[in-house]
């Protein structure tokens, strides 16, 4: 059973960078054909995929948050991390980690962290 963990702070100042972490157990970041990413859903919209990192350490970001959105990992912890860089209250969201497999299903998720832009 693979469980993920977000951790970070809940609360980031305007033009500040958001930084999350997402603590893997149960199976490895590295294992082939899984995608490790990170989805927001903001107050009143649906859900909205931030970008992933696979298992050779690849990245893909969303063309609407690509400028601003970095993703990186630590294997030897099996954490990766998401940076989100000039962040506005429009940023403000519920974030989860999450596992995309191969035919692009998330199959497991994390509980979630709510991130507030505010000073």
């Known amino acids: 059973q693979v469980q993920l963990q977000e951790s970070g702070p809940g609360l980031v100042k305007p033009s500040q960078t958001l930084s999350l972490t997402c603590t893997v157990s149960?199976?490895?970041?590295?294992?082939?054909?899984?995608?490790w990413s990170w989805i927001r859903q903001s107050p009143g919209k649906g859900l909205e995929w931030i970008g992933y990192i696979d298992a050779s350490g690849s990245t893909y970001y969303s063309p609407s948050l690509k400028s601003r959105t970095s993703i990186s990992r630590d294997t030897s912890k099996n954490q990766f991390t998401l940076q989100l860089s000039s962040v506005t209250p429009e940023d403000t969201a519920v974030y989860y980690c999450?596992?995309?497999?191969?035919?692009?299903?998330?199959?497991?998720w994390g509980q979630g962290t709510q991130v507030t832009v505010s000073s």
């Open positions: 149960g199976g490895s970041i590295t294992t082939n054909y899984y995608y």
């Open positions: 999450a596992r995309r497999t191969l035919a692009m299903v998330v199959d497991y």
